[in-house]
């Protein structure tokens, strides 16, 4: 059961450390969000480092690790635009993000 556990804690966080601003700090964050974050920072040539200060320095009084979650969505949200979306049920592009967000129990 890939990026989730069994029991009632919830996904399975990891803990890195980034530096943010200048100043190093930890953030914990789902298997997943760490991979799309990573993701991003090849696709647009910047250090991990980089985009967290990025969003740090935007984000106001919201936490980081939110706001760092709610930046990724944006960003895929725009990178895919309308294409693939269905109006006879679910897309396919919805069974996909269900099946590796939150994969179901066999």
Do not use: H
């Not at 991979?35 to 250090?47: A, K, M, P, V």
Request: glycine share 8%; charged share 30%.
């Amino acid at each position: 059961m890939a990026g989730r556990q069994g029991n009632k804690e919830g996904p399975v966080l990891v803990c890195r450390n980034v530096k943010v601003s200048g100043r190093r700090t930890s953030l914990r964050m789902e298997p997943y969000i760490w991979d799309s974050l990573r993701e991003i920072c090849e696709r647009e040539g910047l250090t991990l480092n980089d985009i967290c200060t990025q969003i740090d320095q935007r984000r106001g009084e919201a936490n980081l690790t939110a706001s760092i979650r709610v930046f990724i969505v944006s960003y895929f949200r725009n990178a895919i635009g309308s294409r693939g979306f269905s109006e006879d049920g679910p897309s396919s592009i919805l069974r996909k993000a269900m099946d590796d967000a939150i994969p179901p129990f066999d």
